[in-house]
């Protein structure tokens, strides 16, 4: 949208998402082409690719950067998830490991799914996924980290003295002593104004971080032991806007995906404007190959961790350093 106004793309694409789905890939096939040579272009590329729709239960450590409400924003402190009580184990701890546990450990990542027998490595520890978890389930569960604990129960027995927020069942439900003045014992919790009835979890629900916080879940009663809830987004505060992409691929690929765009709807209405783009783009892109210009984009490094050259720039190349090689600048 910043080389074309919504009113003229709406017009162009006429509601055929899948052209410019094809126009984008058309010109990131001409990035790479022109590019993977010498530069790391893919990781730059991939910078883009992996930027997803804000997700309330994922939890985004500074420096993340994610959407929201249409827009590339960057965490400037953690921004903390829906945390949702564990009633099984999804993760065990490796109290020792080898060096073959290492080698088949990967990073952990809230964005993957993970199944039993996977092995992770997340904050210097190992873990085994024991259950079904991950982005796809909506039941993202990082190792190690739980939340809630359970609160001992009891049957309600009549004529017993309970404590203030003690915990009991009755008839299947579960109750919560709010206050033991001018308490009847021999009325039961669900008629009783002392007693509270203790609603279900639901996730969308704003808990407070205190010990009388009270949910049922999976038939157990459950209080929180860290912030479960996922924090407001506040500009200036936990966000901020920001965009982590190249500046300079993803100008050039717009310009040359508008060009494949209009080509592939009109091919003999292509504006001039377009094509002047197009071709000043793919004069960087040969320029940028040739390493005559800097792209601002990564170098490949050879194993002597010097930038890879090819055969005809290096055969009369004396020195890496640009200095002494003035026809390269």
């Not at 590019?35 to 930027?51: F, H, P, R, S, W």
């Not at 239960?57 to 959407?67: K, L, M």
């Not at 717009?254 to 060009?259: C, F, N, S, T």
Request: net charge negative; with cysteine.
């Amino acid at each position: 949208m910043s080389q074309i106004s919504d009113e003229l793309f709406e017009q162009l694409i006429r509601g055929n998402q899948l052209r410019v789905a094809q126009a984008e890939e058309a010109a990131e096939a001409s990035i790479i082409e022109y590019l993977t040579d010498n530069y790391e272009v893919e990781q730059a590329l991939m910078v883009g690719k992996n930027l997803r729709e804000y997700n309330p239960r994922i939890t985004y450590p500074v420096g993340v950067h994610f959407y929201y409400e249409g827009k590339i924003v960057e965490a400037m402190r953690s921004i903390n998830g829906v945390k949702t009580p564990a009633s099984v184990e999804y993760w065990r701890e490796f109290d020792h490991y080898d060096e073959s546990l290492l080698r088949e450990a990967k990073p952990y990542s809230q964005l993957l799914n993970y199944h039993p027998g996977d092995i992770v490595i997340f904050s210097d520890s190992l873990y085994e996924c024991v259950e079904h978890n991950g982005l796809d389930y909506a039941d993202i569960r990082i190792p190690g980290i739980n939340a809630w604990e359970t609160v001992e129960t009891s049957l309600w027995e009549p004529n017993l003295e309970y404590e203030e927020w003690a915990v009991v069942e009755w008839e299947g439900r579960f109750y919560a002593l709010l206050t033991v003045e001018d308490i009847d014992l021999t009325v039961n919790p669900h008629e009783s104004d002392n007693w509270g009835l203790i609603g279900d979890y639901v996730t969308n629900y704003a808990y407070e971080l205190k010990e009388t916080e009270y949910v049922v879940f999976d038939g157990r009663v459950w209080y929180p032991t860290m912030s479960p809830v996922a924090d407001t987004l506040k500009e200036g505060y936990n966000f901020r806007y920001h965009d982590p992409r190249n500046p300079n691929i993803k100008k050039h690929m717009i310009k040359i995906a508008l060009y494949e765009l209009h080509k592939l709807i009109s091919p003999n209405n292509v504006s001039t404007a377009r094509i002047t783009d197009f071709e000043a783009t793919m004069q960087w892109l040969h320029d940028a190959n040739r390493c005559k210009i800097n792209p601002q984009i990564q170098r490949k490094l050879d194993e002597e961790k010097k930038p890879v050259s090819e055969i005809a720039m290096a055969t009369f190349q004396r020195d890496y350093d640009p200095y002494k090689n003035p026809w390269q600048i």
